[in-house]
């Protein structure tokens, strides 16, 4: 289940995200003319737009689960001028493709939503040529700092940690990333922290990260909070009031991503 719903707001704090992220996540990230590349959980294309502008000589096939995100996806793309995008509905558990089908895998901000993560890279690995490469991008909650520090901001943030586990995911999966690369069997792993720290020296990240991207997303689980017995009403409130806080004048929000490679070696295991 993914925590965060579909409804509009969603679709826009997702595009808000891409936008804030775009340099820090991927500014290493190309993909040669020719080259073959499955995105994994495209959703709305907030990330397949970036991708497929920085390689406009790559082909790629975004999967997505959500028929109602595909056709968001799709028509964002297409506004975009960008025509090396192909859209498919499909289950990460259950693809259509042949092993050894592509160049190259991305998958951003996925396996956290994932009850068996494990499985699904050592299943995105057989459909990797030898030589193909793995990107895998996610974030941890447990690496947000912020000033004014807030115990109940702390708090709205937790209710987001153990709504994900109790929906079968892991929002902590950022610092898992290299061992999960290692145990699904791919060469050459290699994991980067990408920090995202924010003052009001940089206002655009102040609103686009700390207001539109992390706070909203926190903000919007409040109903599901509520209903689960995480918080009472006023607690959740005040923890979110508290993350709006940090964006004003005085205040700091640091956030780290993680970013994983890996290459596929060969299938002879």
């Known amino acids: ?15 808000d995200q891409a936008g804030a992220l775009v340099d820090l996540l991927h500014h ?19 990330q397949t737009i970036p991708l497929a502008t920085r390689s406009p000589d790559a082909r790629f096939t975004s999967i997505d689960i959500s028929d109602a995100s595909l056709r968001e996806a799709e028509r964002r793309t297409r506004a975009a001028g960008l025509l090396n995008v192909e859209f498919q509905r499909a289950d990460i558990f259950a693809l259509p493709f042949p092993s050894a089908s592509f160049d190259h895998v991305f998958v951003c901000f996925v396996l956290e939503h994932l009850a068996r993560p494990a499985e699904a890279l050592t299943t995105l690995r057989t459909l990797l ?11 941890d909650h447990g690496s947000a700092y912020f000033h ?11 209710c987001l940690v153990d709504l994900q586990r109790t929906a079968g995911g892991n929002a902590l999966i950022g610092r898992q990333l290299y061992p999960l690369l290692v145990d699904a069997g791919f060469d050459e792993v290699s994991v ?15 609103d686009a990260f700390t207001r539109r991207t992390f706070t909203a997303m926190v903000e919007g689980i409040r109903e599901q909070a509520l209903a689960a017995g995480l918080l009472d009403a006023a607690s959740f409130d005040a923890g979110v009031a508290d993350l709006y806080r940090t964006a004003e004048a005085d205040g700091v929000f640091c956030y780290t991503f993680f970013k994983g490679m890996g290459t596929e070696g060969g299938h002879d295991d």
């Open 28 to 46: 290493d990230t190309a993909y040669a003319a020719g080259s073959s590349v499955l995105e994994v959980g495209c959703g709305v294309g907030a």
């Open 192 to 206: 980067s922290p990408r920090v995202m720290y924010v003052d009001s020296s940089r206002p655009d990240l102040v």
């Open 1 to 15: 289940m993914y925590v965060h719903g579909y409804r509009p707001r969603e679709r826009q704090r997702l595009e």
């Open 148 to 158: 004014p520090e807030s115990e109940w901001a702390r708090a709205a943030i937790q």
């Open 129 to 139: 040529r030898p030589g193909g490469t793995i990107t895998v991008i996610e974030g």
